[in-house]
């Protein structure tokens, strides 16, 4: 294990250390989400917890609990004790970008209910403004996908279909993903309500005042960052 992902380990530990027995846990997506529910797996089974749910925002996450013992059930309307994710790109704000991963509108609607949104990533994620880094992940209906790129591109020129080979990838819910280019300047909040008014949106990567907090890895150790 290198040192970044060791420390990705570390910062994932920092965020299970907040789970409490009992607790309805919103379970996270992608390489660094995985170290949490790895630690929340150990946990249980060492006996350090115990009454844990998990509500999985992928099916990759819903498979590995179901691995590693953790009890599991679908989302409902009840809210969720605190959900553990990681982010693409994390704002001075705590206002995120997430979505590389694909699974942007199952974590949005899992993690909107969480009374808590834990945040861990590595120090590469922090910018010092949204899409400093990274392209905006938009999730659009295959239907007509083409028709809602353009309109996309008439005022987010930037950006492409997400084909990592020779068909489009296709999301858990059965959609295609958009990443747009973000312009240098803008207002995340005004963007994503001109982007999920488009006709054939879906949802955006634009997490905006939902992070409580965030445990970012660095060289020089785990960085706890609060909003």
């Known amino acids: 294990m290198s040192d970044l992902e060791a420390l ?3 910062a994932a530990v920092r965020a299970v250390a907040l789970v409490q027995s009992g607790q309805r846990v919103g379970l996270g997506t992608g390489s660094t ?3 949490a529910i790895e630690e929340l797996g150990r946990k249980l089974a060492a006996g350090e917890l115990s009454g844990i749910v998990g509500v999985s925002t992928s099916e990759a996450s819903e498979a590995l609990a179901r691995e590693l013992g953790i ?4 989302l409902d309307p009840r809210p969720l004790d605190l959900a553990i994710d990681g982010a693409d790109e994390i704002a001075p704000n705590l206002d995120l970008i997430k979505g590389l991963g694909g699974a942007l509108v199952r974590e949005k609607v899992t ?7 834990i945040i861990i990533a590595d120090h590469t994620k922090l910018v010092t403004r949204l899409g400093e880094k990274a392209p905006l992940p938009v999730e659009i209906l295959r239907f007509g996908f083409l028709s809602t790129i353009e309109r996309l591109r008439e005022f987010l020129p930037g950006g ?3 084909q990592p080979g020779a068909q ?4 858990d819910n059965g959609n295609y993903i958009y990443d747009a280019g973000l312009p ?3 207002d995340p909040r005004e963007l994503e309500r001109r982007i999920k008014g488009t006709l054939g949106v879906v949802d955006t990567g634009f997490f905006l005042g939902m992070a409580e907090r965030a445990f970012v890895a660095a060289p020089d150790g785990v960085r706890e960052l609060i909003r």
């Open 8 to 10: 990705k380990k570390e």
């Open 33 to 35: 989400a995985k170290y």
């Open 71 to 74: 009890p599991t059930e679908s």
């Open 111 to 117: 993690e909107v209910q969480a009374r808590r949104l």
């Open 160 to 162: 492409r279909l997400r």
């Open 168 to 171: 489009p990838y296709v999301t």
């Open 184 to 186: 240098a300047d803008f």
